[in-house]
């Protein structure tokens, strides 16, 4: 199975910063990499598919970049609604394995 | 729009059965492959299992293998997730999922578009 090791575990942040997301593959994949958002309580959302292709509806202030084994998340001047945790995903390969997660708080 | 709405959730003993059930509408159920992803209480999210668009071909985590099946009606646009043989550890909210993804250089780009609320399973006696 492809392990994603996502980090940090958590962040603390204010409106107004920018913060980055990495994931770590533990083989290539090809640019196979899925952003995904969740906030308490709801299910998760399609931010970012293909490492670097922001899904329909998504605001430009996300962005993503990556390949072989490493992936990052870019969230650019941070609004009160990006507060929310964060996962990477395995697009490449069954089983679909995720990151632990990244809790993104409000400093 | 797109919706998909689970349900059949609940409190089972360990060792007993579950079926859950995801109602999609707003687009074509029978073109899209589709899954189900659980998470545990304050935990990360798991891949469950996952059917092609015709249900002829299904892939599941090796932890639910010959205990959960998953299956689909495209005729009612409901997809299905047998669960036998239950376990504490499968205590989770699962949810429905539609595939999204595409084929490129020969390497495949899978993931999960639409997600519905989920449902509440748990495993106790």
């Known amino acids: 199975d492809i392990q994603m090791t996502q980090s ?24 196979s990499l899925v952003w995904y958002q ?25 962005s993503g970049s990556g390949s072989d084994t490493q992936y990052s998340l870019k969230i650019n001047s941070l609004q ?13 390969s069954t089983p679909y394995t995720f990151g632990a997660g990244t809790k993104l708080e409000l400093k | ?15 007993r059965s579950l079926k859950l059930s995801c109602a999609a509408s707003g687009f074509t159920f029978s073109d899209y492959n589709m899954a189900w992803v659980r998470q545990a209480p304050k935990k990360g999210l798991e891949w469950v299992a996952t059917i092609s668009y015709d249900g002829s071909s299904t892939y599941y985590r090796d ?8 299956s689909r009606d495209n005729a009612k646009s409901t997809l299905y997730l047998q669960m036998d043989s239950l376990r504490s550890e499968d205590t989770a909210t ?18 999960f578009d639409f997600w519905g609320p989920g449902t509440m399973v748990t495993v106790s006696s």
């Open chain 1, 8 to 31: 940090p575990t958590s962040l603390a942040a204010s409106v107004g910063e920018s913060v980055t997301i990495t994931c770590l593959a533990s083989e290539d994949i090809y640019g």
């Open chain 1, 38 to 62: 969740q906030k308490p309580g709801k299910s998760p959302q399609l931010l970012i598919y293909g490492a670097t292709i922001l899904e329909d509806g998504i605001p430009s202030r996300f």
């Open chain 1, 80 to 92: 009160p609604e990006d507060f929310a945790s964060y996962y990477c995903q395995n697009g490449l």
């Open chain 2, 1 to 15: 729009e797109v919706q998909l709405v689970e349900s059949g959730g609940g409190l089972v003993q360990p060792g």
């Open chain 2, 63 to 70: 932890s639910v293998k010959g205990r959960f099946t998953i």
């Open chain 2, 94 to 111: 699962y949810y429905c999922a539609r595939h999204g993804g595409y084929y490129y250089d020969g390497y495949s780009y899978w993931y």
